[in-house]
């Protein structure tokens, strides 16, 4: 996925929120939390995200708001543009990793995008996944070995790369299967829409 706001920015911006989250677990989180409810939008991310659902994140709102609503004008670009790649019919969508990297570093990066991607599966209210597709629970039980991946062997030579690849490829297209079987009808962004809702 190619951001307007980019990976520097969102890590920058996760400094300011003293989050202990990398970019790639945050746009995973964003995704599995978009996949659990379309509906919700940016400022809702934010706070399950950063401050959680908790009676004691409330100091915490008072705390940040003005810090939170800054950062939803930096995040906007990127809230925006994985609602789209999700619902795209092309299948352009890609998790958000590192590109430039050693491939322990890009392992890392995917199990971070698939840790993020469970919880925000959970931040979302999704609990169980009994009433959806055998294909759901697997690919959400695969990512839960996924997330694990960093700890995967390298080789040292090009099968490395095409574990990599083989990766990506296996989350990109669960995460698509795993968004239409749980919001079947998608719906369409106002992009006029300065509280960023989807309609």
Not at 54 to 61: E, F, G, K, L, P
Not at 78 to 107: H, Q
Not at 157 to 186: C, K, M, Y
Request: net charge negative.
């Amino acid at each position: 996925m190619s951001s307007k706001v980019g990976i520097e920015q969102i890590r920058a911006d996760l400094d300011k929120l003293d989050s202990e989250l990398s970019p790639s677990e945050v746009h995973g989180t964003l995704c599995g939390v978009l996949c659990g409810n379309s509906e919700l939008n940016i400022h809702d991310w934010l706070a399950l995200t950063f401050l959680g659902d908790n009676s004691a994140a409330s100091n915490v709102v008072n705390s940040r708001g003005l810090l939170l609503e800054a950062i939803a004008e930096s995040f906007k670009d990127f809230f925006l543009e994985t609602v789209k790649a999700l619902s795209d019919n092309n299948l352009n969508f890609y998790p958000l990793l590192p590109e430039d990297a050693s491939e322990s570093i890009r392992l890392k990066a995917i199990a971070e995008w698939a840790q993020g991607f469970l919880m925000g599966l959970s931040l979302a209210g999704i609990k169980k996944f009994s009433d959806y597709p055998a294909e759901v629970t697997e690919f959400v039980e695969a990512m839960a070995s996924i997330a694990t991946v960093e700890d995967y062997e390298l080789a040292g030579d090009d099968s490395d790369e095409q574990a990599i690849v083989e990766f990506i490829e296996f989350i990109r297209i669960g995460v698509l299967l795993v968004n239409e079987e749980i919001n079947p009808v998608r719906r369409s962004v106002d992009l006029s829409d300065s509280d960023i809702t989807m309609h």
